[in-house]
């Protein structure tokens, strides 16, 4: 039981900070916030996402191309133009390597307006950090563990970021329903999206980017928006006026 309240925890915590902090607030700003918060989201983005910490800069500007491309061959990540998602995430990571590096200069409207923190960012990106976080969930799972099966979880927990970018990308846009025609094959994967906190109602984002609701239709519940209208109101964030 212990294992399995352990691997929920990382799997939601650290989806939440993925969606919130690196895609609703990095590549969209569907939101304002003060130097504090800011600087305790980062943090809080390299504790749960660990081992697969994610660089805000390298993201924002890779979902912004994705946004701007999206399901041509200039998309960093469509499904469309790999035989299965292990190629796809390949070509994502070193595509990803070039943003951290800072080896490929990106277009001029795909630049700023996301958070920096060059430390930080050092910090996480490093294989020490990597191998550090990695040994702590193994030490966890020796003490916890209590049948062999539960160790082949560790992966999931090693690549957590990755995966997940992997299911929105591969999945939003290959299988499910549209409620709009954005030119894309983008797609609802499902009208209930628990899993994915959201992120699965790619159709959707992509009609509306910026909106900080991913539901469009009353069925279409979106889980991290009621939790950002909430942080709306204690005035830890400040919604887009359009959406608050």
């Not at 989806?15 to 980062?42: D, G, I, P, V």
């Not at 041509?72 to 070193?94: I, L």
């Not at 930080?120 to 550090?132: K, P």
């Not at 299911?167 to 329903?177: D, L």
Request: net charge positive.
């Amino acid at each position: 039981m212990i294992i399995l309240i352990f691997f929920l925890a990382h799997w939601f915590l650290s989806l939440f900070f993925q969606t919130f902090f690196l895609h609703r607030y990095a590549s969209h700003k569907m939101f304002t916030t003060n130097k504090f918060f800011e600087r305790t989201f980062y943090i809080m983005t390299y504790l749960f996402q660990g081992s697969s910490y994610l660089n805000p800069r390298a993201y924002a500007i890779m979902h912004r191309e994705h946004h701007a491309y999206s399901d041509t061959e200039k998309d960093p990540h469509s499904p469309h133009f790999f035989k299965d998602v292990f190629q796809m995430m390949w070509y994502t990571a070193m595509s990803y390597k070039l943003h951290v590096k800072r080896l490929k200069e990106p277009e001029d409207r795909f630049k700023g307006n996301y958070p920096e923190w060059r430390f930080l960012d050092y910090v996480g990106s490093s294989m020490v950090s990597r191998i550090a976080f990695g040994l702590l969930y193994v030490a966890f799972y020796i003490q916890f563990a209590t049948a062999w099966w539960m160790f082949l979880l560790l992966p999931i927990h090693f690549l957590m970021g990755p995966l997940h970018g992997a299911i929105v990308n591969w999945c939003g846009h290959k299988y499910g329903y549209a409620n709009f025609d954005n030119n894309d094959k983008s797609k609802n994967t499902t009208p209930f999206d628990f899993l994915m906190l959201g992120e699965l109602f790619q159709n959707n984002h992509h009609k509306r980017p910026n909106s900080a609701n991913f539901g469009a239709k009353w069925f279409e519940i979106d889980p991290v928006y009621p939790i950002m209208k909430l942080m709306h109101w204690a005035r830890i964030i400040k919604l887009r006026k359009a959406y608050a």
